[in-house]
């Protein structure tokens, strides 16, 4: 384990992961971190996407014209 906490050409959350997964779970147990971690980056995504339609302007109004145009 010491030889990959030193590799540099890994991010600080792929070595977080490696740690992690160095002890042995049960599939459920990593089940749950699986959808943790999709739930995590989808509410960043989602967080992101709200913060850039405020910043527009936009709505679901403006979503349908866009939609709705030939």
Do not use: C, P
């Amino acid at each position: 384990m010491q030889n990959i906490v030193e590799n540099k050409n890994l991010s600080n959350i792929q070595l977080e992961l490696l740690k992690l997964y160095s002890t042995d779970i049960k599939d459920s147990e990593l089940l749950d971190i699986k959808e943790y971690l999709a739930k995590y980056f989808a509410n960043k995504a989602i967080n992101l996407a709200d913060s850039i339609w405020e910043e527009k302007g936009l709505d679901n109004s403006k979503m349908d014209d866009w939609l709705n145009e030939e």
